[in-house]
């Protein structure tokens, strides 16, 4: 499985991916909102954990832009 983990905090982001990874996920992290979407439309993932108070872009309108896209 593959999940994307959207997270600006570097302690929580590296703390939660490793757990995620340790638990045999594939795991891809950014950093803000931006960089966030461009991950979302450049690979496919089977979950996305998305922090709603990020830089650059907020999460919620991370999640407008994925979804008018057509990635739900």
Known sequence: MRVLYVEDAPRLLRSVA???ERSGYA???????EEGLWRIGSAAYDAI?????LPKLDGLT???RMRAAGNE
């Open 18 to 20: 490793t757990a995620l």
């Open 27 to 33: 795991v891809d992290t950014a950093a803000d909102g």
């Open 49 to 53: 954990i998305l922090d709603i108070m």
């Open 62 to 64: 991370v999640l407008k």
